[in-house]
């Protein structure tokens, strides 16, 4: 068992190399928590990050980092994209050139604040996409998988996991609610892949247990 950070089971499976990363969750198993990690490692590097914090108020994030720095972004829809090249252009001053990383918390508030217009968020999520090869910029998304699961609105869930480079989804244990184990983790690192040539995706699987200040990640069966 180990506490996320450096050197623990999910930065393994994570590695460093993903441009796009797609965290998925359930109500019964929210993953909030890895935004938490992804968004230390994002500044931990020396890098800088936005937060389109649709889904918590920027406290909420200014307390998780406990002092770390990063900015918040515009939530109005039709300034985004403009909103995000400025806070990437801004981040570039000085000796500041390390990666920018924007975190969108979550995909079906832009559904929302697109008027329940699928296409425009596809579109903007295109945009979006376009920026890590032209600005050198990661992506964070939080997708709650089940909003999306009906037939209706599993196009934006497959389109997400078709342009991610790292999926990591939280699910409910299979085995129903235990006092001490909150959800099972299971990660699908597509750079890794791809560097070997492998055609097969291999799945890291974890349980976790989220703290106050963290999270807990071991192996099914070697929690005692």
């Known amino acids: 068992m180990e506490e996320y950070g450096g050197g623990d089971f999910l930065s393994e499976a994570m590695g460093s190399g993903a441009r796009v990363v797609v965290v998925e969750d359930r109500v019964e198993a929210p993953g909030a928590f890895a935004l938490h990690l992804l968004l230390k490692r994002a500044l931990a590097g020396g890098g800088a990050a936005a937060l389109l914090a649709l889904a918590q108020p920027f406290s909420h994030y200014d307390r998780v980092l406990r002092g770390a720095k990063g900015g918040a972004i ?89 342009i991610a480079d790292l999926v ?34 291999r799945i890291w699987n974890f349980h976790f247990r989220v703290k106050e200040n963290g999270a807990d990640f071991f192996y099914p069966g070697s929690r005692h």
């Open 168 to 201: 990591i989804r939280a699910a409910p244990l299979s085995t129903g609610l235990a006092a001490d184990v909150h959800g099972q983790l299971s990660v699908v690192n597509k750079c890794t892949f791809r560097e070997q040539r492998l055609k097969a995706q």
């Open 74 to 162: 515009s939530d109005s829809f039709v300034r985004l994209y403009g909103d995000i090249q400025r806070a990437i252009d801004a981040s570039r001053t000085g000796d500041n050139t390390g990666r920018f990383t924007l975190m969108i918390d979550d995909v079906s508030l832009l559904e929302v604040a697109a008027g329940g217009s699928v296409d425009d968020v596809l579109d903007f999520l295109h945009y979006c996409v376009t920026l890590t090869s032209e600005m050198n910029c990661s992506l964070v998304f939080l997708i709650h998988e089940d909003i999306y699961s009906s037939e209706e609105g599993v196009g934006v869930l497959l389109h997400l996991r078709y």
